[in-house]
C-alpha cells in the first residue's frame, strides 16, 4: 500500500499540482489527501479512480494488483471465477477479458 500512495505523490508532482488541489478536486481536505499519500488510509477503488481521474492516468499506473493496494485478494477471485466460467463453457463478455 505505501507504493500507491509514493506513486500518487510522484505523479502528482511530475504534473506540478498540489496537495491542496487534488483535495479539492476530490471534495476532502488537504490532510485527509496527504493521509493518503502518506499510507495512513487504505486505499480503495473509489479513491484510486477519483485520483487517476484528476491526474488523467489509469488506475493501474497508480497501483497494480500485484501490490495488493487494498483488493482484499479480490484480483485471485477474479481470476478464479474467469477460470470457472471457461471449464463451463460460460460465455464471458469481452470488456472482463
Known amino acids: 500500500m505505501k507504493v500507491c500512495g509514493q506513486n500518487i505523490r510522484k505523479i502528482r ?3 506540478d499540482l498540489t496537495q491542496e488541489y487534488m483535495a479539492f478536486e476530490m471534495g476532502i481536505s488537504q490532510k485527509a489527501y496527504s493521509d493518503i499519500e502518506n ?3 487504505k486505499i480503495n477503488l473509489e479513491i484510486l479512480t477519483k485520483i487517476s481521474d484528476i491526474l488523467d492516468i489509469r488506475p493501474s499506473d497508480i497501483c497494480s494488483i500485484s501490490h495488493k493496494c487494498g483488493t482484499d485478494g479480490f484480483e485471485d477471485k477474479y481470476q478464479s471465477l474467469l477460470e470457472y466460467m471457461k471449464q463451463n463453457n460460460i460465455s464471458i463478455p469481452k470488456e472482463f477479458l
Do not use: A, C, G, M
Open 13 to 15: 508532482r511530475s504534473k
Open 39 to 41: 499510507s495512513k488510509v
